[in-house]
C-alpha cells in the first residue's frame, strides 16, 4: 500500500532562517506530487506540482522553492523566511491521471515564523 | 485564484440531521472531488464524480454535480459528532496535463452539535 510521510509535525523559525521540508511517498512510482498551503482557517493554496523529477511547476511567486531530487521525495524551501512564511504545510501525491486520480496528503508541517 | 467555493462558509447542525455543503466553480472540469479535514491534520479523499455523473453515493454521502450551473453539492445524512471537520470541493484546473493542478475551495466547516 502506498504510504506518504511528511516531516517534521511542527516547526518554529525565525525570520530570516531557511527552511527545509521534506515528503517522501512509498509504495508508487512516479507519483504527481503537490506542495499546498494552508492559512488558519482558509482554504488551501496550491504552491508547486511536479509530474517527474527535476520538473517544477510554481503558481504563486514568493519566497519558496521546490526540488524534487528523486522520483518519489519532494522537498520545500526557503533561504530566509518571512513572517507571512507561517501556515500548515501540505505534500500530497496522486496517479499520474490527468486530474483524474485523487489526492493523499501527509499529516502536514505546522511552520511558525517568528 | 479559487477554482471552487464551497457555501456555506460554517454550518452548526443537531446530531442525526442532515447536513448540505454546496460548492460553485468557474471552469470546464473533467471530475470534482470532495475532500475532508480534521483540524490540524491532512484531508482525506471522500468523493469522485466526474463531469458525465450526476449523481453519485458513497454510505451516508450523497454528491451531486450539475455541470451546466456549475456547481456541485455534498449531503452527508444522519450526521454523527465525528462528521465535525471541515469539508473541500477540488477540481483540476485545465488544461488537463499529466499533473493537472489540483485548485480547492475555501471549505466549509461543519459542526455537529450532541
Known amino acids: 500500500s502506498q504510504t506518504i510521510h511528511q516531516w517534521p509535525a511542527t516547526l518554529v523559525q525565525p525570520v530570516g532562517s531557511p527552511l527545509s521540508l521534506e515528503c517522501t511517498v512509498e509504495g508508487t512510482s512516479n507519483p504527481n506530487l503537490y506542495w499546498y498551503r494552508q492559512a488558519a482557517g482558509r482554504g488551501l493554496q496550491l504552491l508547486f506540482y511536479s509530474v517527474g523529477i527535476g520538473q517544477i511547476s510554481s503558481e504563486v511567486p514568493q519566497n519558496l522553492s521546490a526540488s524534487r531530487p528523486q522520483d518519489r521525495q519532494f522537498i520545500l524551501s526557503s533561504k530566509k523566511l518571512l513572517l507571512s512564511d507561517s501556515g500548515f504545510y501540505l505534500c500530497?501525491?496522486?496517479?499520474?491521471?490527468?486530474?483524474?486520480?485523487?489526492?493523499?496528503f501527509g499529516n502536514g508541517t505546522r511552520l511558525t515564523v517568528t | 485564484s479559487q477554482q471552487g467555493e464551497e457555501d456555506p462558509q460554517a454550518l452548526s447542525i443537531q446530531e442525526g440531521e442532515n447536513a448540505t455543503m454546496n460548492c460553485s466553480y468557474k471552469?470546464?472540469?473533467?471530475?470534482l472531488q470532495w475532500y475532508r479535514q480534521n483540524s490540524g491534520r491532512g484531508l482525506v479523499h471522500l468523493i469522485l464524480i466526474r463531469s458525465n455523473e450526476r449523481e453519485k453515493h458513497s454510505g451516508r454521502l450523497r454528491v451531486t454535480l450539475d455541470t451546466s450551473k456549475k456547481s456541485s453539492s455534498l449531503l452527508i445524512t444522519a450526521s454523527r459528532a465525528a462528521d465535525t471537520a471541515s469539508y473541500f470541493c477540488a477540481t483540476a484546473a485545465p488544461p488537463y496535463s499529466s499533473a493537472s493542478k489540483i485548485i480547492f475551495g475555501s471549505g466549509t466547516r461543519l459542526s455537529i452539535r450532541p
Open positions: 500530497a501525491w496522486s496517479a499520474p491521471d490527468r486530474g483524474n486520480s485523487p489526492l493523499h
Open positions: 471552469t470546464s472540469i473533467n471530475n
